[in-house]
């Protein structure tokens, strides 16, 4: 392993903070002596994980699988809206307005109208994460395929390219630096979508978890569960980056040979 790598030397920083951040919190606590009904201490919420995690379990898996099947059917109708928005200027002055407009809805205002139309549990949960994660991910596809050059598109068509050859070929390549940039922040907005709707109307999930916790006072569990949630959404920003760089590391400037 290079020790002197730029890579390596950021990653250590980033471990370093992330130690430092959680160390000042424990001797913080202890220090002052913060009550733990006000904030507990990351070693007693670690305590609190580990004794609770058979029965948190269950709740983690119903909420991943809630978060991952609402970010898919978002992203899924994020890239269509975006699609057809960008490669059009009629449909972008058309429909711009009103994704904005219900973008500008607080998500919390339609749970309740999911769960009249659905009833409680995984359903208005799902919804809740898709409505969420739409908005960045169509404004990022449409911009990206607007950003493509005309110049680029009439020597295209002039040697024989069809409008779709060049949506397929130029366009949707072209687009892919934008729909990653918000697919790590539609995979964040889409657990506060689930979750939110977990507290409002399931039975089942973190959100429920720490909605019954914040009522009996156990605010260790609380922030357990806010730990956890924490931890899903790093995990999953960190697949997406992953992806990203797979899929788009000619996009990403290099230092001293290296891809950031």
């Not at 904005?100 to 809740?128: D, H, M, N, R, Y």
């Amino acid at each position: 392993m290079n020790f002197q790598s730029g890579r390596f030397r950021r990653n250590l920083l980033s471990a370093g903070a992330l130690v430092g951040f959680f160390l000042l919190w424990e001797l913080a606590c202890l220090v002052f002596h913060v009550s733990d009904l006000v904030l507990p201490r990351p070693s007693q919420i670690v305590v609190v994980m580990v004794e609770k995690m058979p029965l948190l379990w269950p709740h983690v898996v119903q909420t991943l699988m809630t978060t991952l099947a609402g970010f898919a059917l978002g992203v899924a109708a994020g890239v269509l809206i975006g699609v057809v928005i960008g490669s059009s200027r009629l449909a972008y002055d058309a429909a711009y307005p009103l994704l904005v407009g219900f973008s500008s809805i607080p998500k919390v205002a339609v749970v309740p109208i999911f769960v009249v139309w659905f009833g409680s549990g995984t359903v208005p949960a799902i919804l809740t994460a898709m409505v969420i994660s739409v908005f960045p991910v169509v404004v990022n596809v449409a911009t990206g395929l607007a950003t493509t050059e005309p110049e680029l598109e009439d020597v295209l068509k002039v040697l024989g390219a069809s409008s779709s050859d060049v949506l397929w070929n130029v366009g949707l390549p072209r687009a892919l630096p934008y729909l990653f940039a918000s697919l790590k922040i539609a995979i964040t907005l889409a657990f506060v979508g689930a979750v939110l709707s977990e507290t409002i109307a399931s039975n089942k999930g973190i959100g429920n978890v720490m909605m019954i916790a914040s009522g009996n006072f156990d605010v260790p569990l609380v922030f357990a569960g806010l730990f956890i949630l924490a931890v899903l959404g790093v995990v999953l920003y960190a697949i997406c980056a992953i992806v990203e760089k797979r899929l788009t590391g000619w996009t990403h400037r290099s230092i001293n040979g290296e891809v950031t």
